[in-house]
């Protein structure tokens, strides 16, 4: 997994490329997701428009990670899911959990 | 069309044995969602076997044997570990399970594959034996 991390006002983009697997890629995802918290972000945006795939240790990490932000008083928020992305969190009704956004210029107000 | 791997209990095994089904699927003309989904399903069986099956043991073994025969591909994950009972697995889309951070991994196998069946392998771990109907166009056997 390569990822690409950037600032929009005060929204962390963590935009990410290639596989959410175990071990390529869950273990990246937490620490990356972390690091922004314990570095003070309060609005974290992760962009998986690059992610091909995806598996059950990945959605548990980002499931954790949205855990960990919602206890810091955090938002994580994601955009740009592939429809495969986006039919994973359907069938384990995870969409219902996650705010997910088609672009990042509407993710990114919706942060207020 | 057949292909059987014995892989070391590491995760990057997972990589060696999407890429050999990805080779079948070539050969036998099978691709798009249908090729995507199934790897998910043998992604899942897999890193069960490691994770849960041999507790990140590298030493153990993980024997994939893959089928393709008419329309279907058969795919079996044996493991060497204690087994388990799957009835006992909650479903993760009940409200207490959504937000933990594991439990997912058996319901997207069956989700994304026809059948899955678990039985006791040969040597006394998890067999998992999981099957798909495959589409019409994509059939070469």
Same mark, same amino acid.
């Given at each position: 997994?390569?990822?690409?991390?950037? =600032?929009?006002?005060?929204?962390?983009?963590?935009?990410?490329?290639?596989?959410?697997?175990?071990?390529?890629?869950?273990?990246?995802?937490?620490?990356?997701?972390?690091?922004?918290?314990?570095?003070?972000?309060?609005?974290?945006?992760?962009?998986?428009?690059?992610?091909? *795939?995806?598996?059950?240790?990945?959605?548990?990490?980002?499931? *954790?990670?949205?855990?960990? *932000?919602?206890?810091?008083? *955090?938002?994580?928020?994601?955009?740009?899911?592939?429809?495969?992305?986006?039919?994973?969190?359907?069938?384990?009704?995870?969409?219902?959990?996650? =705010?997910?956004?088609?672009?990042?210029?509407?993710?990114?107000?919706?942060?207020? | 069309?057949?292909?059987?791997?014995?892989?070391?209990?590491?995760?990057?095994?997972?990589?060696?044995?999407?890429?050999?089904?990805?080779?079948?699927?070539?050969?036998?003309? +099978?691709?798009?969602? !249908? !090729?995507?989904?199934?790897?998910?399903?043998?992604?899942?069986?897999?890193?069960?076997?490691?994770?849960?099956?041999?507790?990140?043991?590298?030493?153990?073994?993980?024997?994939?044997?893959?089928?393709?025969?008419?329309?279907? +591909?058969?795919?079996? +994950?044996?493991?060497?570990?204690?087994?388990?009972?799957?009835?006992?697995?909650?479903?993760?889309?009940?409200? !207490?399970?959504?937000?933990?951070?594991?439990?997912?991994?058996?319901?997207?196998?069956?989700?994304?594959?026809?059948?899955?069946?678990?039985?006791?392998?040969?040597?006394?771990?998890?067999? +998992?034996?999981?099957?798909?109907?495959?589409?019409?166009?994509?059939?070469?056997?």
């Amino acid at each position: 997994m390569k990822q690409q991390i950037r =600032d929009a006002g005060d929204v962390r983009i963590i935009s990410l490329s290639g596989k959410i697997t175990i071990g390529a890629g869950d273990v990246m995802l937490r620490e990356l997701i972390n690091e922004s918290l314990e570095a003070g972000s309060t609005k974290v945006l992760l962009d998986l428009g690059g992610i091909t *795939a995806i598996d059950s240790s990945g959605i548990g990490e980002m499931v *954790a990670s949205y855990t960990s *932000a919602k206890n810091r008083g *955090a938002q994580l928020k994601l955009v740009n899911l592939s429809k495969k992305i986006n039919d994973i969190l359907q069938v384990t009704q995870l969409i219902t959990v996650f =705010d997910v956004f088609d672009n990042e210029a509407e993710a990114v107000q919706s942060f207020g | 069309m057949w292909a059987t791997l014995s892989l070391e209990s590491r995760f990057e095994s997972t990589e060696i044995a999407e890429r050999a089904l990805v080779d079948l699927f070539g050969e036998a003309g +099978v691709g798009g969602d !249908e !090729e995507y989904w199934i790897l998910t399903a043998l992604r899942e069986a897999i890193a069960n076997a490691i994770r849960h099956g041999h507790y990140g043991r590298p030493e153990e073994s993980v024997r994939v044997d893959y089928r393709i025969k008419a329309d279907r +591909v058969s795919i079996t +994950v044996v493991d060497q570990g204690n087994g388990f009972d799957p009835a006992v697995i909650p479903d993760p889309r009940d409200a !207490e399970n959504l937000l933990k951070p594991c439990g997912r991994g058996i319901f997207y196998m069956r989700r994304f594959m026809d059948e899955v069946a678990f039985r006791r392998g040969p040597g006394g771990g998890t067999m +998992v034996c999981m099957n798909r109907k495959l589409t019409p166009r994509s059939i070469k056997e």
